[in-house]
């Protein structure tokens, strides 16, 4: 048989006209090339390398402040007056403030005993202290489950108020609000906030409200987290690294320097007095904590957190709700920033360092750059100068300066050192998902108000596994497709196997596992998979 030859599979004229839009597309190349892409390329390399570099600076300064703050041993028991609070004969229990705990929660049918029952074990005098419930699940089932619980522990003599509304105005911030409003409140001198996967230990109260008490300037005492299923996948091994990071230096840094961090909305003790001066809960963004600390700490109130006190909660361990945490994480800074950047200038009560240091330090640094340079130099730029040889970026910025950044971020977790190319592949592509977010936030677009709350699994795995026989999970496909990331994906990819042929930096490498790992995230294959019922 006769073998078919070109012309037999594809006729003269097809062909002829793929050549020609072959040629045409390679003379449009070659024209707008050297008096646009490179000139344009070359300017996108220089602001990132900018940005890059203010990164670098903020990570030093902080590198430098925590290893000072260690050496020096200013704890927060020498920084601030701190002392037992003290039995008083003739005024009995009176003599201890009155604690506000509120929890507020939604639909959390996995864990709503776990932080009930931990508020409800917390040691201080019974009569000085009233656990809040606010309860906004939509579910009839959960809410019944819940307010029997609440039940449960009142009858044991726990001061425990159920409380729900008929909306969900606001969120979070809207619960908070509208606990406030109770008659009951009005007594309170401190409100400590739990999430509903938060388990503090007994002594919490003990170990924070003597700072308050002894230190009127004092309006914020923030515990650590501490992460109970940070081993229970790649994906919540990653996340304990980021975050413990954000708690062994920018919060400890904060603290330490300017009495200024980020409240993380939960495991804190906030001075009722200095909550209601800032102007309370406000559900203008979806950060509504980051949004009360900016405004108290311009009225001239303190911040202190305290590395050594930990609360124990869960991390999401499915990529569905990682994401949208990190959507309302990245997207609600930068819109409120937005928001308050004049406000935050025209303040009259602190001082101009300070004024530097949340709108450079806190929010430009850490809440913006830090998102868009590390997909738009490392995702997009970088790869792109592959494809336009003409553009180099210098060694010490594609090398040394991420190098050293990455190690500085890693010392937080000295147990995960081994997972750290793991830990910039993943942080590359949610990269991806944080600029987006960050930008939606700066210009005030359509998803700026989504609040989609975190999914916490408990023990839900565990309990399927011991009830039920172990079968292949069923999924629907099109629900872990991420276009996003396999379009990106598909990108450094190209770029990887042009590098191979033509390039001379062998960027390829890193270019190949980028792309894996963008492949791998846009199929949704990391985190736990949860089996449908």
């Known amino acids: 048989m006769d073998r078919f030859s070109s012309t037999t599979i594809l006729p003269d004229t097809f062909q002829g006209t793929r ?22 390329l070359r300017l996108a390399v220089v602001i990132c390398l900018i940005m890059s570099l203010m990164l670098f600076i903020e990570r030093v300064y902080m590198g430098i402040v925590i290893m000072l703050v260690k050496l020096i041993g200013r704890k927060p028991e020498r920084r601030y007056k701190w002392e037992p609070i003290k039995d008083d004969v003739e005024l009995g ?34 009569d000085r202290i009233i656990i809040q419930v606010l309860d906004d699940s939509t579910d009839p089932t959960i809410k019944d489950l819940v307010e029997l619980e609440c039940q449960r522990w009142a009858s044991k003599g726990i001061n425990i108020k159920y409380e729900i509304r008929d909306n969900r105005n606001g969120y979070k911030a809207g619960a908070l609000k509208e606990g406030m409003k109770r008659s009951y409140v009005k007594h309170c001198d401190f409100v400590v906030i739990f999430d509903a996967d938060f388990q503090p230990e007994p002594d919490f109260l003990w170990r924070t409200i003597p700072f308050l008490v002894h230190n ?31 708690f062994t230096v920018e919060q400890e840094v904060g603290s330490s320097t300017y009495a200024f961090f980020g409240f993380n909305g939960t495991a804190g003790v906030w001075r009722i007095a200095a909550l209601n001066e800032a102007g309370g809960w406000k559900d203008r963004t979806t950060v509504e904590d980051m949004d009360l600390a900016v405004r108290a700490s311009l009225k001239g ?18 990529l569905k709700a990682y994401r949208y945490q990190q959507h309302r994480w990245s997207c609600g800074p930068a819109n409120l920033f937005r928001k308050m950047v004049m406000e935050i200038i025209t303040n009259k009560k602190v001082s101009s360092w300070k004024k530097v240091h949340v709108i450079y330090s806190f929010f430009v640094v850490r809440k913006l750059v830090a998102h868009i340079v590390t997909f738009i130099f490392y995702c997009v730029v970088l790869p ?19 190098s050293i950044i990455t190690i500085l971020n890693a010392v937080g977790t000295p147990r995960s050192l081994h997972l750290l190319v793991f830990w910039i592949l993943f942080e590359n592509v949610m990269s991806l998902h944080r600029t987006k977010a960050t930008f939606i936030g700066l210009l005030e677009a359509g998803r700026v108000n989504e609040w989609i709350v975190t999914e916490k699994l408990g023990d839900t795995l565990k309990a399927k596994a011991a009830t039920k026989t172990p079968r292949k999970p069923r999924f629907r496909f099109g629900e ?16 990887g196997c042009y590098d191979v042929v033509f390039g001379k930096n062998h960027y ?25 019922s």
């Open 19 to 40: 050549d020609d839009f072959s040629m045409q597309m390679a003379l449009i190349w070659g024209q707008i090339k050297a008096p646009l892409i490179v000139p344009l």
């Open 93 to 126: 229990n009176s003599a201890y403030p009155r604690i506000l705990v509120q929890i507020p929660m939604y639909n959390e049918r996995e864990v709503y005993q776990l932080s009930i029952g931990a508020a409800c074990g917390l040691s201080w005098p019974s």
């Open 216 to 246: 009127h300037e004092i309006a914020l005492v923030q515990a650590r987290w501490k992460f109970v299923n940070a081993d229970e996948c790649l994906m919540t091994r990653m996340q304990e690294m980021s975050l413990d990071y954000h």
């Open 301 to 318: 109130w303190k911040f202190l957190y305290l590395g050594s006190l930990k609360v124990k909660n869960e991390l999401p361990s499915t």
């Open 384 to 402: 792109a100068t592959v494809l336009v040889p003409e553009v180099e970026v210098p060694k010490w910025g594609a090398v040394y300066i991420p």
């Open 480 to 495: 872990r497709l991420h276009l996003l990331e396999l379009c990106v994906g598909a990108y450094l990819f190209f770029c």
């Open 508 to 532: 390829f490498i890193y270019l190949y596992a980028q792309a894996i790992a963008f492949f791998i995230m846009g199929f949704g294959y990391i985190g736990t998979i949860v089996p449908n």
